[in-house]
């Protein structure tokens, strides 16, 4: 009966243990995937105020209101992005805290 709860509570450690390193590669892409996408938002709030200045200029308004709006959108995503970069980070770190104390 020692040896059965013995092997169950092994198996349920293993089985836990998985699950972590699970989390923390998780954490790890989802950190990689918000670091791109944050670039992509940057490059794509640049190439915006590159086309709003171009259209003040030549008095097209209709665009520049909408590179304003697209420009609003993008600073949106950005800080989304950003907000789930810290919350990854957060969980990466307390992943791998737990994953080196097991």
Do not use: P, T, Y
Request: aromatic share 0%.
């Amino acid at each position: 009966m020692g040896r059965q709860i013995l092997a169950l509570l092994c198996f349920a450690l293993l089985g836990s243990a998985l699950a972590l390193g699970d989390d923390v590669r998780q954490d790890r892409r989802d950190i990689q995937h918000d670091r791109v996408d944050r670039r992509q938002d940057r490059r794509d709030i640049k190439r915006d105020r590159r086309d709003l200045r171009h259209d003040i200029k030549n008095g097209n308004h209709r665009d520049a209101r909408r590179d304003r709006r697209d420009i609003r959108h993008e600073r949106h995503d950005l800080r989304a992005n950003r907000r789930d970069l810290r919350h990854d980070r957060r969980a990466d770190r307390h992943n791998s805290h737990h994953k080196r104390r097991g």
